[in-house]
């Protein structure tokens, strides 16, 4: 019989909790935190985690994409924040796929 032991992340990440939430790294908990200083002194209007985007192409659902960051700015412009620190070939196809449907509504950033 052959036993697994839980080793940690597969991609070497850490979870953090900040402000009771937890992050998938410690990179997303300093940048929520951040987002939380620039919504204090009012350099943004407000910001939210883990939003949903359904990426459909021609009437067909592909699949669900969660965005780690959706930042409203004052001038009632959006912005999509993603964070990563490795880069895989899934996520290059699915924020490609995200760039191609969702850019003309949102701008787009992403921090390596």
């Known amino acids: 019989m052959a036993w697994y032991q839980y080793g940690g992340s597969k991609y070497k990440n850490k979870t953090c909790e900040y402000n009771g939430i937890l992050y998938a790294s410690k990179k997303e908990a300093a940048y929520a935190q951040e987002l939380d200083l620039r919504k204090k002194v009012k350099d943004i209007k ?62 787009m950033t992403l921090i390596k």
Request: aromatic residues 14%; proline residues 0%.
């Open 46 to 107: 407000d910001w939210k985690r883990q939003v949903k985007l359904n990426l459909d192409v021609n009437g067909y659902h592909i699949c669900n994409y969660y965005v780690d960051f959706l930042i409203e700015h004052n001038d009632g412009s959006e912005e999509i924040v993603e964070i990563k620190g490795m880069v895989l070939d899934v996520f290059r196809i699915k924020w490609k796929l995200t760039e191609a449907l969702y850019s003309d509504k949102y701008k």
